[in-house]
T-cell receptor, first 114, second 115 residues
């Protein structure tokens, strides 16, 4: 059973517009949520995180929103740039149950067109 | 400071063979986790080692094993390779594995192809 779901395998956005990547989860014990960005032939790199006690975290062009009641989080990228084209993974940390390993979604491939 | 180093970067093996992948974590990091990435399944957790002990294990068959040395370097081994084991294997390190706000630092991975 997939605990972290990214239902959109791909997303295409025009340069300068907003990119919204979505993620749903099922386990209410997750205490941190993270977004990673991955280019082909490279390992994932950390982008931004949010604690389960917050509902928003912002870092430059990147903002993550958490809706605990809906078990939903989203990553907003504004404005989108061609260099943002990559696969984005949502991850959740199950601190209590699994001693901290991250559970990843299957990823969303973002394409930002010039 | 040096990042997470995985060797080799690419590997081609034949079905039935075994393979050993290596991961050197960031200096000072004591936790090493391994993930398998395939196009259909995303990143799936294999196992985590901390201070030479396997602390957590994902849902993979016993053909997948690992170990960690006293210098925190880790190896993972896959025996009796199957075509479905073809994947990108990623290693990630962190200071303690449980208290990290920013998760892990990943290496670039080892691309394993089984033919």
């Amino acid at each position: 059973d997939q605990q972290v779901k990214q239902n959109s395998p791909s997303l295409s956005v025009q340069e300068g517009r907003i990119s919204i990547l979505n993620c749903d989860y099922t386990n209410s014990m997750f205490d941190y949520f993270l977004w990673y960005k991955k280019y082909p032939a490279e390992g994932p790199t950390f982008l931004i995180s949010i604690s389960s006690i917050k509902d928003k975290n912002e870092d430059g062009r990147f903002t993550v929103f958490l809706n605990k009641s809906a078990k939903h989080l989203s990553l907003h990228i504004v404005p989108s740039q061609p260099g943002d084209s990559a696969v984005y993974f949502c991850a959740a940390r199950d601190y209590g149950g699994s001693q901290g390993n991250l559970i990843f979604g299957k990823g969303t491939k973002l394409s930002v067109k010039p | 400071k040096a990042g997470v180093t995985q060797t080799p970067r690419y590997l081609i093996k034949t079905r039935g063979q075994q393979v050993t992948l290596s991961c050197s974590p960031i200096s000072g990091h004591r936790s090493v986790s391994w993930y398998q990435q395939t196009p259909g399944q995303g990143l799936q957790f294999l196992f985590e080692y901390f201070s030479e002990t396997q602390r957590n294990k994902g849902n993979f068959p016993g053909r997948f094993s690992g170990r960690q040395f006293s210098n925190s370097r880790s190896e993972m081994n896959v025996s009796t390779l199957e075509l479905g084991d073809s994947a990108l294997y990623l290693c990630a390190s962190s200071l303690a594995g449980t208290g990290e706000l920013y998760g892990y630092t990943f290496g670039s991975g080892t691309r394993l192809t089984v033919v």
